[in-house]
């Protein structure tokens, strides 16, 4: 018996559980390539870039983008040696266990917990309003107590778009991976095709005056809260990669489609390296174009809420705002598809090594999904979205999946030490800079939080301590194993 914190779970262990799957392996490269496309463009980049550009960065968002973009690909590398060298579901989970140690992992997990469950929560109260905007501009209106939780509408109420949609996703996710993967690639099909109708259209409404100065000279600029906060410059370049970094959420979800990936050792590298590159290219290219359409101090207002649509707005093509608005309520349908889909993963990887109870670890006969799992998600997220207001959880999610990434670079940066004859089907080359690098680009994003939501999360983690110790140490495999 091993009864230490600090246990890891062999190797073997981690090939004994890739033998006994259940699940369907159906998944091929350019299918996991997708997932990480549908779970990293969602509502953050019609939404954020105004923002950002206002408060933070001005022309030079597009800056911003590379910075948060180069953040990630530190993590993403890191993620694609484990994903390759450790093709099970769970994610970070899964290697912080086979390299740090059992507490270790476990922190991650309930980590990627909050990551998913507040991401899928958040974009479900976002995709209620984008589809009340839609309604909109056909003329349709949904009552007020309808479409509002009980405390912002001040009375009985029911956000009850956000709360049907999560069913309709649970739904999905229940009937098989080949259904939620057919029906994602086409939503990123469509969301990445309106994508580039932004930047080709609008690239034709670029004044190039709106670019100059491309990095503006720092100054301060009230924010809606009525603070005086320093902008622009590079400070205001790296601020405001700060505050874009949620948009870059979600290329890990691939590394939890593992156990569902036709060939993982080989293709998990792929998809997540190359969803991330292809969305941090399309990302720069609209914020130049939004950038270039309109005058970064004129984003104020509505046009802080849909900045694009508003640019298209100004420019005399109102039709585009009905476009814009439809792929992104499909975006976000696609996103929390992702998230409520890597939730229920890390739930059964840390199901399967006795952290949590079997229940979570159970696959439909015929199906094959977690079934049981995906539902009690899917109704817990619909409860929490269709009855209180959400906020701070952007940052929230942001924390749990920088704190992810964080682990992952140490935690592949140790095993290069510890185990260095180990296969490993991809490398990453120059791993003793890019792991310290990585290591300290998100931990300095996480510095760059706000405080409230830096100290939920903390709790949220303290909890997740208290429930390893009570239930998960004692029922571990690795307790009767050694």
């Not at 779970?39 to 022309?59: D, E, M, N, R, S």
């Not at 290219?281 to 101090?297: A, R």
Request: glycine share 10%; with cysteine.
């Amino acid at each position: 018996m091993n009864n230490s914190i600090w246990r890891k779970k062999p190797m073997h262990m981690f090939e004994q559980d890739m033998q006994k799957s259940e699940l369907k392996r159906v998944l091929g490269k350019w299918s996991l390539t997708a997932i990480g496309i549908g779970a990293i463009i969602g509502g953050g980049v019609f939404v954020l870039t105004g923002t950002a550009a206002h408060y933070h960065a001005g022309p030079a968002l597009a800056l911003s983008f590379v910075i948060a973009g180069i953040g990630c690909i530190f993590a993403a590398l890191c993620y694609a040696e484990f994903a390759a060298m450790l093709p099970v579901e769970g994610s970070a989970y899964a290697y912080a266990y086979g390299t740090v140690g059992e507490i270790f992992a476990w922190i991650i997990g309930w980590g990627l917990i909050l990551e998913y469950a507040m991401g899928a929560m958040t974009v479900a109260v976002s995709w209620s309003g984008y589809f009340n905007k839609l309604l909109h501009l056909f003329g349709l209106h949904l009552p007020e107590n309808l479409t509002n939780d009980p405390v912002t509408f001040g009375g009985a109420a029911v956000n009850l778009p956000a709360l049907v949609i999560v069913w309709f996703v649970t739904w999905i996710l229940v009937r098989g991976i080949k259904e939620a993967a057919s029906a994602n690639n086409l939503i990123v099909i469509l969301k990445v095709a309106v994508i580039l109708f932004v930047i080709i259209m609008g690239a034709f409404y670029i004044d190039v005056a709106n670019w100059t100065p491309f990095i503006p000279a720092e100054t301060l600029v009230e924010h809606e809260s009525g603070e005086m906060l320093p902008a622009y410059g590079w400070g205001g370049i790296i601020s405001g990669a700060s505050a874009i970094f949620f948009a870059y959420i979600g290329f890990d979800a691939v590394s939890t489609q593992a156990g569902e990936a036709i060939n993982p050792k080989k293709d998990m590298p792929f998809a997540i390296i190359a969803s991330l590159l292809i969305c941090t290219v399309l990302y720069i290219l609209v914020s130049l174009v939004l950038t270039g359409m309109m005058n970064y101090k004129d984003i104020t207002g509505d046009a802080l809420k849909a900045p694009v649509a508003f640019a298209f707005d100004q420019a005399g093509q109102p039709w585009a705002v009905f476009i814009i608005t439809a792929a992104a309520t499909a975006g976000l349908l696609s996103v929390m598809l992702v998230m409520m889909l890597g939730q229920t993963r890390v739930f059964l990887g840390m199901a399967k090594d006795g952290l949590l109870p079997k229940f979570f670890a159970e696959v439909h006969p015929t199906l094959k999904t977690p079934w049981k799992s995906t539902i009690l998600v899917g109704a817990v997220v619909s409860i929490v979205a269709g009855f209180t207001p959400i906020s701070l959880l952007g940052d929230m999610t942001s924390f749990g999946t920088l704190f992810a990434f964080t682990m992952v670079c140490l935690a592949v940066w140790i095993l290069r030490f510890r185990d260095p004859n180990r296969d490993r089907p991809f490398k990453v080359s120059g791993l003793n800079i890019i792991a310290p690098l990585g290591i300290l680009v998100n931990t300095f994003l996480i510095l760059n939080l706000g405080r409230t939501a830096q100290l939920f999360a903390l709790a949220w983690l303290l909890f997740g301590l208290l429930v390893y110790f009570l239930y998960g140490k004692p029922r571990s495999l690795l307790n009767t194993r050694e």
